[in-house]
C-alpha cells in the first residue's frame, strides 16, 4: 500500500528501506529523542553513504546541483524514513534550502550557497513572542539610510542557538525614510549589534530553540529576500509541500506503531496473547483504521501537488488529519503496551513527545482548520 505507485516509486521505498538496515547498526545506543545527540562522525557516516546511493541531493534544486525529487517521491521518502523510526534518518538528506529556494544576486551567494554546501546554518524566525513583557506590536523595519532598523522578538526559532543567520519576518513601516510598506522576509546575521539570544530552551520532543531579541538591529536593505511586501508570500512560498511533509512523517510514525503493536498483542502461546481478547481488538483494529485513511488522504493530496495543483485546503486537511491520527495511534499503542512504554528510553516514550509536538509545530491544528474553512466559506476553493 498505496498499490498504485509507479515502479520507480516503489523501487525508491525499497532502496531506502535497505538503506536504513545498513546504517542501523550505527544508531545502537543513541536514544530515539529528537534532541538525542548522535556523534559527528555517525552523521558523516550516514551523510557520505547517502550521497553514494543518490538519497542526499534529493530536497536540493538542479540548478544548485541538487537531485530534487517530485512532491509524491518525497512523500514517499519521508514516509519511508519515519516507518523505519531511526534517529539517523535526519542525516540522510542535505540541507534544505526551503524559503531560501527563490533567493537572487546577492543573497543568493552570500546566504544559499553556503548553506547548500553545509558552511552557514539559518533559522527561521516567524512566531512572535507572547505574555505580557512582549513587545507591542509584530516585530517592525523602518527604512534608515542603506539599512533597515529592526524591531521585536521572536519566539520557537528551531536551531536558532547554532544558526548563523536567522530568515526573519518583519513588518516594514513608514518611519524614517520613505518607501513601500508591508511584510518582508529579511536575513539577519546572528553576530549583528541588536540581535540578541534571550532564552534557549528545549520542547518536549527533544527539539533545541530560542527567543531572539531585535533591539535596533542595522540590518543592511540588500538582506531582503524578494521585495517588501512579499514576506508573508514568500514565507508560505511551499507551505503545502511543508505541510504535505509533516504528514507523511506522521504516517510513517503510525504505520512503525502499528507494527510495534502488532508485534507485541501477538506474542506469546495463543489463547493468552493481548490480540485474543476482543476489547484489544476493538483499539488495534482503530489504529489500523486511523493510519489506513491518514496514508488514503496524504497519497490524493501528493498527487495533486504531484500533478502542480494548487492545495492549500488539501494540505492543511492533510497535515492536520495525519498529525492528530498520528497522535492517537502513539497514544493507543502506550495503552496496550502499558506501563512498560511510559519508561523513558522506551521507543513509544519518545514517539508519545514527538508526535505531541507535530500537532502546534508548523501551524496549530485549530489555525489549519480555520484556513480550511475560509478557503471554502471565503474562496470557495479546494475539494475538501
Ligand atoms: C517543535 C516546534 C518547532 C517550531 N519551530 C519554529 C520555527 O523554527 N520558527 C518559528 O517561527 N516558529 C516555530 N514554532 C512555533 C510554531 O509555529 C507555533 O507554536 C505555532 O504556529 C502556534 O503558534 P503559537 O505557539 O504562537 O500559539 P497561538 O497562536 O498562541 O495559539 C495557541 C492555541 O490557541 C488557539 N487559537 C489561537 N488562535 C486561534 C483562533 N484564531 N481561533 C481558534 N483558536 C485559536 C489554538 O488552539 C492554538 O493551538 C515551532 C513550534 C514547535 C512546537
Same mark, same amino acid.
Given at each position: 500500500?498505496?498499490?498504485?505507485?509507479?515502479?520507480?516509486?516503489?523501487?525508491? *521505498?525499497?532502496?531506502?528501506? @535497505?538503506?536504513?538496515?545498513?546504517?542501523?547498526?550505527?544508531?545502537?545506543?543513541?536514544?530515539?529523542?529528537?534532541?538525542?545527540?548522535?556523534?559527528?562522525?555517525?552523521?558523516?557516516?550516514?551523510?557520505?553513504?547517502?550521497?553514494?546511493?543518490?538519497?542526499?541531493?534529493?530536497?536540493?534544486?538542479?540548478?544548485?546541483?541538487?537531485?530534487?525529487?517530485?512532491?509524491?517521491?518525497?512523500?514517499?521518502? =519521508?514516509?519511508?524514513?519515519?516507518?523505519?523510526?531511526?534517529?539517523?534518518?535526519?542525516?540522510?538528506?542535505?540541507?534544505?534550502?526551503?524559503?531560501? =529556494?527563490? @533567493?537572487?544576486?546577492?543573497? *543568493?551567494?552570500?546566504?544559499?550557497?553556503?548553506?547548500?554546501?553545509?558552511?552557514?546554518?539559518?533559522?527561521?524566525?516567524?512566531?512572535?513572542?507572547?505574555?505580557?513583557?512582549?513587545?507591542?506590536?509584530?516585530?517592525?523595519?523602518?527604512?534608515?539610510?542603506?539599512?533597515?532598523?529592526?524591531?521585536?522578538?521572536?519566539? &520557537?526559532?528551531?536551531?536558532?542557538?547554532?544558526?548563523?543567520?536567522?530568515?526573519?519576518?518583519?513588518?516594514?513601516?513608514?518611519?524614517?525614510?520613505?518607501?513601500?510598506?508591508?511584510?518582508?522576509?529579511?536575513?539577519?546575521?546572528?553576530?549583528?549589534?541588536?540581535?540578541?539570544?534571550?532564552?534557549?530552551?528545549?520542547?518536549?520532543?527533544?527539539?533545541?530553540?530560542?527567543?531572539?531579541?531585535?533591539?535596533?538591529? *542595522?540590518?543592511?536593505?540588500?538582506?531582503?529576500?524578494?521585495?517588501?511586501?512579499?514576506?508573508?508570500?514568500?514565507?508560505?512560498?511551499?507551505?503545502?509541500?511543508?505541510?504535505?511533509?509533516?504528514?507523511?512523517? @506522521?504516517?510513517?510514525?503510525?504505520?512503525?506503531?502499528?507494527? &510495534?503493536?502488532?508485534?507485541?498483542?501477538?506474542?506469546?502461546?495463543?489463547?493468552?496473547?493481548?490480540?485474543?481478547?476482543?476489547?484489544?481488538?476493538?483499539?488495534?483494529?482503530?489504529?489500523?483504521?486511523?493510519?489506513?485513511?491518514?496514508?488514503?488522504?496524504?497519497?490524493?493530496?501528493?498527487?495533486?501537488?504531484?500533478?502542480?495543483?494548487?492545495?492549500?485546503?488539501?494540505?492543511?486537511?492533510?497535515?492536520?488529519?495525519?498529525?492528530?491520527?498520528?497522535?492517537?495511534?502513539?497514544?493507543?499503542?502506550?495503552?496496550?503496551?502499558?506501563?512498560?512504554?511510559?519508561?523513558?528510553?522506551?521507543?513509544?516514550?519518545?514517539?508519545?513527545?514527538?508526535?505531541?509536538?507535530?500537532?502546534?509545530?508548523?501551524?496549530?491544528?485549530?489555525?489549519?482548520?480555520?484556513?480550511?474553512? *475560509?478557503?471554502?466559506?471565503?474562496?470557495?476553493?479546494? =475539494?475538501?
Amino acid at each position: 500500500m498505496p498499490e498504485s505507485l509507479p515502479a520507480e516509486l516503489v523501487d525508491l *521505498r525499497e532502496r531506502l528501506q @535497505a538503506f536504513v538496515e545498513e546504517i542501523r547498526p550505527l544508531a545502537r545506543g543513541i536514544g530515539g529523542g529528537e534532541g538525542d545527540p548522535v556523534p559527528e562522525d555517525v552523521r558523516a557516516k550516514v551523510r557520505e553513504r547517502s550521497k553514494e546511493l543518490g538519497f542526499f541531493g534529493m530536497t536540493q534544486p538542479r540548478e544548485d546541483g541538487g537531485s530534487e525529487a517530485s512532491p509524491l517521491a518525497m512523500v514517499v521518502a =519521508r514516509e519511508t524514513l519515519a516507518a523505519a523510526n531511526t534517529p539517523l534518518a535526519r542525516y540522510v538528506f542535505g540541507p534544505d534550502p526551503a524559503l531560501l =529556494r527563490r @533567493a537572487e544576486g546577492d543573497v *543568493r551567494t552570500r546566504y544559499l550557497e553556503p548553506v547548500l554546501a553545509g558552511e552557514k546554518s539559518w533559522s527561521f524566525a516567524f512566531t512572535e513572542s507572547r505574555g505580557p513583557d512582549a513587545p507591542p506590536k509584530p516585530t517592525w523595519a523602518v527604512r534608515d539610510g542603506d539599512d533597515f532598523v529592526v524591531t521585536g522578538r521572536k519566539s &520557537f526559532v528551531t536551531g536558532g542557538a547554532t544558526a548563523d543567520f536567522f530568515a526573519t519576518m518583519v513588518n516594514v513601516e513608514d518611519g524614517g525614510d520613505p518607501g513601500p510598506t508591508g511584510t518582508a522576509m529579511l536575513l539577519i546575521d546572528r553576530d549583528i549589534p541588536g540581535v540578541t539570544i534571550t532564552r534557549d530552551f528545549h520542547s518536549m520532543e527533544g527539539g533545541g530553540h530560542v527567543e531572539l531579541s531585535f533591539e535596533q538591529a *542595522r540590518v543592511p536593505q540588500v538582506n531582503i529576500l524578494g521585495a517588501v511586501g512579499e514576506g508573508m508570500p514568500r514565507a508560505m512560498g511551499n507551505i503545502s509541500e511543508e505541510r504535505v511533509a509533516s504528514a507523511a512523517t @506522521a504516517c510513517g510514525i503510525a504505520m512503525w506503531t502499528v507494527d &510495534f503493536t502488532t508485534k507485541h498483542i501477538t506474542g506469546g502461546p495463543e489463547g493468552r496473547r493481548l490480540a485474543d481478547r476482543e476489547g484489544v481488538r476493538l483499539r488495534y483494529s482503530d489504529m489500523r483504521i486511523d493510519t489506513y485513511a491518514a496514508r488514503a488522504m496524504l497519497y490524493r493530496t501528493a498527487r495533486l501537488l504531484e500533478a502542480g495543483d494548487e492545495a492549500i485546503n488539501e494540505g492543511a486537511a492533510t497535515k492536520v488529519f495525519c498529525t492528530e491520527v498520528a497522535g492517537r495511534v502513539v497514544d493507543t499503542a502506550v495503552q496496550l503496551v502499558g506501563g512498560q512504554a511510559l519508561i523513558v528510553g522506551h521507543p513509544l516514550e519518545a514517539l508519545y513527545r514527538r508526535v505531541r509536538s507535530m500537532r502546534l509545530a508548523g501551524g496549530a491544528s485549530d489555525i489549519l482548520r480555520l484556513t480550511v474553512a *475560509r478557503g471554502i466559506v471565503e474562496f470557495d476553493t479546494g =475539494r475538501l
